[in-house]
């Protein structure tokens, strides 16, 4: 079972188990995890599931999608090169487990 670790714009960790085939985003919400909202319920149409992939999991995840990379740029906090919208971050047992760190405002 794949494992997310959510750190806080404040620097509160919360590890939640997640299920193959969930996005991070879903496991968020599930869990009641603060700073994602993921209001669009994960169409890719709204951004408000804006992470901070840490660092060394970025090589495993699938490349950023054009339509992905547009709404990222209308975050409300200026991405990163490791932003990504959790929605489009499927999990599964040969991606493992990964650590996100919510941006300080998704609205």
């Known amino acids: 079972m794949p494992k997310v670790t959510y750190v806080s ?3 509160e ?3 939640v188990d997640g299920l193959a085939g969930d996005s991070v985003m879903q496991t968020a919400v ?3 995890v ?3 909202t993921g209001e669009c319920g994960g169409v890719l149409s709204c951004a408000t599931c804006h ?3 840490d660092e060394t999991d970025l090589d495993r995840l699938e490349p950023v999608s054009g339509l992905e ?3 990222l740029d209308g975050t409300v906090v200026d991405r990163c090169p490791n932003s990504r919208l959790s929605c489009q971050i499927k999990l599964s047992e040969e991606l493992g487990d990964l650590r996100v760190t ?3 405002a998704q609205e």
Do not use: K, L, S, Y
């Open 9 to 11: 714009d404040a620097g």
């Open 51 to 53: 992470v901070f992939v």
């Open 102 to 104: 919510t941006p300080e």
């Open 30 to 32: 599930r869990n009641g």
């Open 13 to 15: 960790v919360r590890v």
């Open 69 to 71: 990379d547009e709404m």
């Open 34 to 36: 603060p700073g994602i």
